[in-house]
C-alpha cells in the first residue's frame, strides 16, 4: 500500500491568486494523478503527472492553468492558476502502480474556496 | 470508452438494514473493478476490489461480486452500521494495450445515511 500526504487541507483564496498543492507518497509509484471533486460530484481526472516530462491533461483541461510537476517518483505538484470562484473545489492527488490490478491510492484532498 | 454507472443517491437505511447500490461498466478488455469509500472530509479510501469476472470482493462486511455477463458489480451489504454513513464510489481500473494501468474511472457516487 502507499500512504499520500496531501497539503494544504484547505485554504481560501483570493480570485487572481495561483494556489500549488503539493503530494507526497510515502514509496515509489509509477503513476500519479489529479482529480477534481466538485462539490456532491464525483471525481474528474485533470491529468496524468509524468515523471521528468509534462504532463498528460484530460479534455477541458489546460497546462496553462493547471501546471503540474512531477520532479521524481513519490512527489507531484498541481498549481491552480489566476483562480476564479468555479476553480472552489477539492483536490485530489492520486498513485498507482502500473500493474492492471492494482488500486489507487489517495491523499485526503485539498478543499479550496476562491473568494 | 470506460464508463461506470452507478445507482443515484442518496439512500437512508435504519440501522441493521440491508444494503445494496447498483453499479454497472462498460469497458474494453476485462478491467479490474472497486469499491472506494469516502467518509466527511477525507479522501477517498479502497473498500474492495476484484480483478476478474467471478470474483467476489469482501472487506467490513461489504461484498461485491464481478459479473461479466450483467457488467455489474453491485455493492451489498447484510446489515448497515451508523459508522457506514459515508459516500461511495463504484470505479474502474482501465489498462493501456501494453497491459500497464491507467486512471481510475469513477461512477457518480452515492451518499448512504444510516440512522440509529
Known amino acids: 500500500s502507499a500512504v499520500i500526504s496531501q497539503k494544504p487541507s484547505r485554504d481560501i483564496c483570493q480570485r487572481g491568486t495561483s494556489l500549488t498543492i503539493q503530494c507526497q507518497v510515502d514509496s515509489q509509484v509509477t503513476m500519479m494523478f489529479w482529480y477534481r471533486q466538485q462539490p456532491g460530484q464525483s471525481l474528474t481526472l485533470i491529468a496524468t503527472a509524468n515523471q521528468g516530462s509534462e504532463a498528460t491533461y484530460e479534455s477541458g483541461f489546460v497546462i496553462d492553468k493547471f501546471p503540474i510537476s512531477r520532479p521524481n517518483l513519490t512527489f507531484s505538484t498541481l498549481t491552480v492558476s489566476n483562480m476564479s470562484p468555479e476553480d472552489s473545489s477539492i483536490y485530489l492527488c492520486?498513485?498507482?502502480?502500473?500493474?492492471?490490478?492494482?488500486?489507487?491510492?489517495f491523499g485526503q484532498g485539498t478543499r479550496l474556496t476562491v473568494v | 470508452g470506460n464508463s461506470v454507472t452507478q445507482m443515484e443517491g442518496p439512500v437512508t437505511l435504519s440501522e441493521e438494514a440491508f444494503l445494496t447500490i447498483n453499479c454497472t461498466y462498460t469497458?474494453?478488455?476485462?478491467?479490474?473493478l472497486f469499491w472506494y469509500v469516502q467518509y466527511p472530509g477525507e479522501g477517498l479510501q479502497l473498500l474492495l476490489k476484484a480483478t476478474k469476472a467471478d470474483d467476489k470482493g469482501s472487506n467490513k462486511g461489504f461484498e461485491a461480486t464481478y459479473r461479466k455477463e450483467t457488467t455489474s458489480f453491485h455493492l451489498e451489504k447484510g446489515s448497515v452500521q451508523v459508522s457506514d454513513s459515508a459516500v461511495y464510489f463504484c470505479?474502474?481500473?482501465?489498462?493501456?494495450?501494453?497491459?500497464?494501468?491507467?486512471?481510475?474511472?469513477f461512477g457518480s457516487g452515492t451518499q448512504l445515511t444510516v440512522l440509529p
Open positions: 492520486s498513485a498507482r502502480d502500473r500493474g492492471k490490478n492494482t488500486e489507487a491510492f
Open positions: 469497458a474494453t478488455g476485462y478491467p479490474s
Open positions: 470505479a474502474l481500473g482501465g489498462f493501456f494495450r501494453s497491459g500497464s494501468a491507467r486512471q481510475l474511472t
